[in-house]
């Protein structure tokens, strides 16, 4: 089926390892987004990117690293986790139109570091 | 840089009763975007409204319409006939109309208000 998709939906680590939170879209989709929700924040952009191979830092990038290798994976690696890198972690595509190409959104992962 | 305001964390509204949501942004430009997505505890976002800054007409979705206010850069969002399954939260977003580069492309959310519906 065609959509955005996130993996793991949960995920619990141990602080100072590496996680990866997987980003798949199947509407070739030009612009990828990572955002992290917290609660009292909204929603805040990590990193973005423009097309494969072109990436670039949001509003809270540090400690976290993306690659855009191939047009629909956008991974989002953590380094070395922290506490407070706790919160829900959502991607998101759209394409190059304007107004009628809106946000599209994957399902989330929840991500706990203990 | 634009920043959104929702100003009220919570809100409560009776089923079949209309519920309005405020939303506020800062800007300098002229031409943008403006959404309302809905959050239910499913976790997913869902495009609920969308306005362009240029058009006047308020735009309106079956039982959802917004109130856009361009000189008083506010956006609020009404629901009428409010239903159990509107509960959720609701997020309030801005995006530029520019189109050069990523960076502009990216949408800048407010901090949500969640909704409950009371039976």
């Known amino acids: 089926d065609a959509g955005i998709t996130q993996s793991p939906r949960y995920k619990i680590t141990e602080t100072g390892r590496q996680v990866t939170l997987m980003c798949h879209q199947t509407?070739?989709?030009?612009?990828m987004f990572w955002y992290r929700q917290d609660l009292g924040h909204g929603l805040r952009l990590i990193y973005y990117s423009a097309a494969a191979d072109i990436t670039d830092k949001g509003e809270v990038p540090d400690g976290y690293v993306v690659s855009r290798s191939k047009t629909e994976n956008f991974p989002l690696t953590l380094e070395s986790a922290t506490r407070s890198q706790t919160s829900v972690y959502f991607c998101?595509?759209?394409?190059?139109?304007?107004?009628?190409?809106?946000?599209?959104f994957g399902n989330g992962t929840r991500l706990t570091v203990t | 840089a634009q920043t959104v305001t929702q100003s009220q964390p919570e809100m409560s509204v009776q089923e079949a009763e209309t519920v309005t949501l405020s939303c506020t942004y800062d800007t300098s430009e002229s031409d943008y975007y403006l959404f309302w997505y809905k959050q239910p505890p499913s976790r997913q976002m869902i495009l609920v409204i969308r306005q362009e800054a240029y058009k006047q007409q308020n735009a309106t979705e079956n039982r959802f319409s917004v109130n856009f206010q361009k000189a008083a850069k506010s956006f609020s969002l009404k629901i009428s006939d409010s239903q159990l399954g509107d509960a959720a939260m609701y997020f309030c977003?801005?995006?530029?109309?520019?189109?050069?580069?990523?960076?502009?492309?990216?949408?800048?959310f407010g901090t949500g208000t969640l909704l409950a519906v009371q039976p």
């Open positions: 509407w070739s989709h030009s612009y």
């Open positions: 977003a801005y995006r530029t109309e520019l189109n050069y580069g990523g960076a502009t492309n990216k949408l800048i």
């Open positions: 998101a595509s759209r394409g190059t139109g304007g107004f009628n190409s809106p946000l599209h």
